[in-house]
């Protein structure tokens, strides 16, 4: 069975910095795209960043560019995201999930990831 499970989230003030985890089990990590995505309340999901299998290519969101950065320690079959310079608009429950097929690209479309994570929130204060 596959598991994603999220950690990290919190209540940080705006321009601070938290850095989330996704700790994967059940599939083999290494051959597979990770991606992050969020949802605020009364909003869609949206895509946020994500890494391709092999850990070398990576697509951000124009709204977290430069901010947000995305990594996989295949040892720990774990992927992280560094958010830094937070904004009020980041506040959302953020998801990582797992590509569907293996060894592909990072990907911006949610029907290409099979397995989610529960999500971990994190609330930005002005």
């Known amino acids: 069975q596959v598991q994603l499970v999220e950690s990290g989230g919190g209540l940080v003030q705006a321009g601070g910095s938290l850095r989330l985890s996704c700790a994967v089990s059940g599939r083999t990590f290494r051959d597979y795209a990770m991606g992050w995505f969020r949802q605020a309340p009364g909003k869609e999901r949206e895509f946020v960043v994500a890494?391709?299998?092999?850990?070398?290519?990576?697509n951000y969101a124009d709204s977290v560019k430069g901010r947000f950065t995305i990594s996989r320690d295949n040892a720990k079959n774990t992927v992280y995201l560094q958010m830094n310079s937070l904004k009020p608009e980041d506040t959302a429950s953020y998801y990582c999930?797992?590509?569907?097929?293996?060894?592909?690209?990072?990907?911006?479309?949610?029907?290409?990831?099979?397995?989610w994570g529960q999500g971990t929130q994190v609330t930005v204060s002005s």
């Open positions: 890494i391709s299998w092999t850990g070398v290519s990576t």
């Open positions: 999930a797992i590509a569907r097929a293996r060894r592909t690209v990072a990907s911006s479309l949610p029907s290409l990831y099979d397995y």
